[in-house]
Nanobody, 115 residues
Framework: QVQLVESGGGLVQPGGSLRLSCVVS????????MGWYRQRPGKQREPVTIINSRDETTYADSVKGRFTISRDGAKKTMYLQMNSLKPEDTAVYYCNVLKFGRDYWGKGTSVTVSS
């Protein structure tokens, strides 16, 4: 079992930046993929970025060049650095890990990009 807690969301103006954090509690044994997803108003949840056990990353086209995923050496905290934010980035952002083939989710942190 793992528990995921996100933080760092809030209100930011277009062009601004935010850094989201996800703290992973419990054993990280068996976690081979970690990532961030988001659910925009009226839309389904979608992947934003993932990082695998080899530190290979993938990004949604809509965030490439603006968002960066990272994690600490112990793999107990994951980050999402979001730059050049746009109103369409407004969403609830969720932390996700895949552990022994099972998905675990945090409760999400809300990001609003508005002037």
């Amino acid at each position: 079992q793992v528990q995921l807690v996100e933080s760092g969301g809030g209100l930011v103006q277009p062009g601004g930046s935010l850094r989201l954090s996800c703290v992973v509690s419990g054993s990280i044994l068996g976690i081979n993929v970690m990532g961030w997803y988001r659910q925009r108003p009226g839309k389904q949840r979608e992947p934003v970025t993932i990082i695998n056990s080899r530190d290979e990353t993938t990004y949604a086209d809509s965030v490439k060049g603006r968002f960066t995923i990272s994690r600490d050496g112990a793999k107990k905290t994951m980050y999402l650095q979001m730059n050049s934010l746009k109103p369409e980035d407004t969403a609830v952002y969720y932390c996700n890990v895949l552990k022994f083939g099972r998905d675990y989710w945090g409760k999400g942190t809300s990001v609003t990009v508005s002037s």
